[in-house]
Structures are given as C-alpha cells and as structure tokens.
C-alpha cells in the first residue's frame, strides 16, 4: 500500500549531544533516504503516511507514530538492553573506520568497512525482530532507522 509509509521524521533532540559533521551527514542522508522510499506499517487500523519521532526515554527506545496531520496514533517502546552491545561494537567499528581512510591502505579500509556494514546489517534485523508486530519494516527502512538509533545514542 502506498500509504503506508513514512512523510516526516524527527530525532528527539533533547536527547543527542554535540554531533560531528561525519555523524550529522549520516543523520541527513539517512532521514532523505528513508523518505524517499520506505516501507512502514504500524499494526492495527492506521492509515498511512505517517509522521515518525524518534526518541529515547527512560532508557528505552520510543517510536512515536503521528498521522500526516500530526496527531498521536500511538508509541511503540522498545528496551535498549537487546542492541547495546551491538551498537557498542558498531561505534568502535565506525571510529576504526575514520581513523583508517586518513592512512590506511584501501584493502585494510574496504576489510574494516566490511565489518562495519555487517554489524549495521545486524543491528538492522535485530529492529525488524523487536518490532515485529508492532511496526512492519522492510530490510532497507529497517537499516536507515537503525543508523537513526545509532545517532540518538551516540554520547560525544
């Protein structure tokens, strides 16, 4: 269904610190991808599009699903327990990542962005899991939104 889909995302920015440029680049290009093409389904009787915000509260992950007039269908929550370790590994990953096309040679880099786009895949999967029957996303909205989890949670 082509209503079904997001129009207009926004990240809680109470809850981010300062953020580099590298990191405020894969914020922007994550949220124009994810609106340029999306799949998102909330369970029950919503009609789309929607109008997604992204926060953290209480230590827990909330999706707080708006419709295109901006009124509150619901909230999703999710425990941050299950993807700590992950995006812990992710983040040093990424910093390996930074750090190594400043000097490395092009296979270490290609070796290092292997490994990163393979725990950005996991933690991915890892958000379809958790939703499941609460949100329907497919593969790639799934990846945006976890780079956008990700942004919410880096600490500096």
Avoid: W
């Avoid at 998102?40 to 789309?48: N, Y």
């Amino acid at each position: 269904m082509s209503g079904q889909k997001l129009i207009a995302i926004s990240l809680d920015e109470a809850t981010v610190v300062r953020r580099n440029a590298d990191i405020e680049h894969e914020r922007r290009v994550a949220i124009f991808d994810l609106l340029e093409e999306n799949s998102f389904q909330p369970i029950g009787d919503h009609s789309g599009p929607y109008h997604l915000h992204l926060g953290i509260e209480e230590n827990r992950l909330v999706f707080a699903i708006h419709d295109a007039a901006d009124v509150l269908l619901g909230k999703v929550i999710l425990a941050l327990s299950p993807f700590r370790n992950l995006i812990k590994e992710y983040f040093m990953v990424c910093e390996s990542y930074y750090e190594a096309i400043k000097t490395a040679s092009p296979a270490r880099i290609e070796a290092i962005d292997m490994g990163r786009r393979g725990l950005h895949n996991q933690g991915s999967t890892l958000l379809i899991e958790r939703l499941a029957g609460k949100i329907e996303i497919d593969f790639d909205t799934a990846r945006r939104l976890f780079t956008l989890v990700c942004v919410l949670l880096i600490k500096g």
